[in-house]
């Protein structure tokens, strides 16, 4: 179990070290959690941190569990096994890409009137988030920076699920993880301390 989202970041930083022999990389942290682990590996390697914004598309009913995730330039990854076993139809869909899309540009507004817009073209990327449940968030990240041109594309996270895992693997050049965990509920539950972290707390990060 791991402290908090910072000693998390510094032990991720390590095991990149460990793992990556290259040093010409760009964080691409997924906010919010993810943005905490991110500055800290980006600071201890003295690399760009740029902050992608990914909204969870969550299942009717039950909004916490994610059918699929909607990213920068209306990237969208649907988790097909999923909706079909819940009998989402096309208007849910619909609606809750509608509402999310709004929650998304008001987000990535906030953020680019901070910094610039970093290019990722063939730029070599390591993901970034504090934890990884069904992958759909860090899918919908690979397809965006997929997209962009950037190769290779790496993730890291401080734990993945087991079953996760396995099938993440065919979308990243390679998955550095400090825990793969059988026993996967929630990314909180790898945390002592694991509070939620606000927009004010992303620009606070963003600014440093």
């Not at 990556?20 to 691409?28: G, K, L, M, Q």
């Not at 909004?63 to 079909?84: F, H, Q, R, S, V």
């Not at 139809?89 to 929650?103: L, M, P, Q």
Request: aromatic share 10%.
């Amino acid at each position: 179990m791991f402290e908090n989202r910072e000693e998390a970041g510094r032990q991720l930083a390590l095991e990149i070290e460990k793992q990556i022999r290259y040093r010409d990389f760009v964080i691409a942290a997924i906010l919010r959690g993810g943005i905490v682990l991110g500055r800290i590996i980006a600071d201890y390697f003295k690399v760009p941190l740029a902050p992608l914004v990914i909204r969870k598309l969550g299942a009717p009913n039950e909004k916490e569990l994610a059918i699929g995730a909607l990213g920068p330039k209306n990237t969208i990854y649907w988790d097909e096994g999923l909706i079909k076993r819940l009998c989402v139809d096309k208007e849910y869909k619909s609606s809750i890409v509608k509402e999310k899309s709004y929650e998304h540009k008001k987000l990535e507004d906030i953020i680019n009137r901070q910094r610039k817009v970093l290019d990722f073209t063939n730029k070599k990327v390591i993901v970034v988030d504090d934890g990884v449940a069904t992958g759909t968030t860090v899918i919908c990240a690979q397809m965006f920076l997929k997209k962009q041109k950037a190769k290779p594309i790496i993730l890291a996270t401080p734990v993945i699920a087991k079953d996760t895992f396995s099938i993440i693997n065919k979308y990243f050049d390679k998955v550095v993880a400090l825990e793969i965990a059988p026993n996967f509920y929630a990314v909180g539950q790898f945390y002592k301390d694991f509070p939620q972290v606000e927009d004010y707390q992303v620009l606070k990060i963003l600014r440093h």
